[in-house]
């Protein structure tokens, strides 16, 4: 794997900051500071009084920074609303972060407290806690801070003030109008996001949409994302005899749902995991242009096998990224009877399997969902959408009941943006490296509501490592990174979008 370049490294070489190391460093020290104060407050959106620390902790901090404020009522958690202030002849900027966390298991990190962030350095027999106050001669770029957030979303967040604080100190007259807005509840799918955006369509309206959430690609090159994949659910439970029964007398006679159910799903791939329930893939194609773009990315096939130790993998699409182009179905979980010392000689009374259907733009999810049940019922299944009373039972062979989540749609920018382009090239000539341009990544991030109701265009620009254990324990922000999220930040803050074509 390609090793991270040194930020300092960067600077010095570019030139951009040659007479302000010294205020970088502060800013970066200072960052590391305000991470350990906000990472403090808890951030599960379940809970509210949290949340709401959060958002005060939040007021605070960008209205010293000079920004107007406002918290946005939703039907769940309130949204952060923070704009500088506006001029009729600037484009605008409209940049989307959250600052909810997923919950934790303090007992599976290896801190006694996930929202106390902790300093190591990794040595040869694993990570060392080191003391803040060694941070005060150097700061080393390999050094992480672990906690809750760190990454995902908050060290974004603080890379973003510190930059604006940088950007006020070198008296930079900023070439956008700048509006942020940071979600409470991201990590539990944004359900009130859609209504939100619409309430409040005119405060939200700008020229383009940038999101800074997840990681820079496994390279550490930069990278640019123009679009997420969405996702919608299915549970499907088979059923058989009423209770479970004793296999010795009733094998062989009772129906077992665990086989049904297992039946059921294999036939909807075929051996090279590929969906075969007619019309899944409608609508997606990709041109030469588009599959030179996905084959640029690099992408080390044999590192992927290696970490997920797999001979083989899927044959969806001819690589790894052609196959997040297309649509997935997937069985993310199975459960039938008893296993391990608990087995028992049963018969089980129901199966039931947990699928998700990750979508591209090309793919609707409900009408994804109704294929499926359409596929199902010509198994020769009867569909409920409860559980199947006794008479049901008696009156049908087959029986499954299916219960639906809602969809988050997709949404994916043209590789051919003018704006796209723009950030590309700023990005390439920043830090003199390839970009990594990637059409769409693999995972969602609940912001089509934005893309759908204001007709803009979207980008995902990420800033932290690749290997920073999101929503696991021992989350981590690499150092290095908030150097390179602050100068990701400064260069677009402080250079004019010009002409772009």
């Known amino acids: 794997m390609r090793k991270y370049l040194v930020f300092f490294m960067q600077f010095i070489m570019l030139g951009i900051w040659a007479q302000e190391q010294g205020e970088l460093k502060t800013q970066i020290r200072h960052s590391i500071d305000e991470l350990r104060d906000f990472v403090k407050i808890p951030n599960d959106a379940l809970d509210g009084a949290n949340i709401n620390r959060n958002i005060t902790w939040l007021t605070k901090k960008f209205s010293e920074r000079g920004f107007n404020t406002t918290v946005l009522p939703t039907t ?19 940049i989307y972060m959250h600052f909810d966390g997923q919950s934790v298991d303090p007992g599976k990190w290896s801190q006694k407290n996930p929202f106390d962030v902790v ?22 770029a390999n050094w992480r801070l672990f906690g809750r957030s760190t990454a995902d979303d908050k060290g974004p967040i603080v890379m973003f003030l510190n930059t604006i604080d940088l950007l ?40 383009y949409l940038i999101i800074n959430d997840g990681p820079v690609h496994t390279s550490g090159l930069p990278t640019v994302i123009y679009g997420c994949r969405g996702i919608t659910s299915l549970t499907l439970t088979a059923y058989g005899p009423i209770k479970p029964q004793h296999s010795g007398h009733y094998g062989n006679y009772a129906p077992n749902p665990a086989l049904e159910l297992s039946r059921l799903l294999s036939g ?40 997920l130790q797999i001979a083989e993998p899927e044959k969806v699409g001819d690589f790894y990224q052609e196959s997040l182009q297309y649509p997935s179905l997937n069985v993310r979980g199975l459960s039938s009877g008893w296993v391990g010392d608990e087995a028992r000689t049963i018969i089980p009374a129901s199966a039931t399997a947990e699928i998700d259907l990750r979508l591209v733009p090309e793919s609707d999810g409900s009408r994804l969902k109704k294929l499926v049940r359409e596929h199902i019922k010509r198994q020769g299944y009867f569909i409920t959408d409860s559980i199947p009373d006794r008479e049901m039972r008696m009156q049908h062979p087959r029986i499954i009941s299916i219960s639906e989540s809602g969809v988050t749609d997709a949404f994916r920018t043209s590789l051919k943006d003018p704006f796209g382009n723009y950030l590309v090239q700023l990005l390439s000539d920043t830090f003199n490296e ?12 609940p912001i089509a509501p934005f893309i759908n109701e204001l007709q803009i265009p979207a980008f995902i620009l990420p800033l932290v490592n ?36």
């Open 434 to 445: 390839q970009v990594v341009q990637i059409r769409i990544m693999g995972g969602t991030v």
């Open 119 to 140: 300093l190591r350095s990794q040595t040869e027999s694993g990570w060392e806690d080191r003391n803040f106050d060694e941070l005060k001669d150097s700061i080393p």
């Open 168 to 207: 006020k100190k070198q008296e930079v007259t900023l070439p956008y109008n700048v509006k942020v807005i940071l979600d409470g509840e991201e990590e539990k799918g944004s359900d009130p996001l859609a209504k939100a955006v619409r309430e409040y369509r005119e405060l939200l309206e700008a020229d």
């Open 466 to 501: 690749p290997d920073n254990n999101q929503h696991s324990p021992d989350e981590n922000l690499k150092i290095g990174q908030i150097g390179y999220g602050i100068q990701v930040f400064y260069t677009l803050l402080s250079t004019a979008p010009g002409d772009i074509h």
């Open 268 to 307: 909807m791939k075929d051996q090279d995991g590929k969906v075969i329930i007619p019309g899944y893939y409608d609508g997606i194609s990709l041109d030469e242009e588009t599959r030179k773009i996905l084959q640029s990315v690099p992408d080390d096939r044999d590192r992927i096998h290696e970490l």
């Open 76 to 94: 769940g958690r309130p949204l952060f609303f923070a704009a500088l202030p506006m001029s009729d002849d600037k484009p605008t900027l409209l």
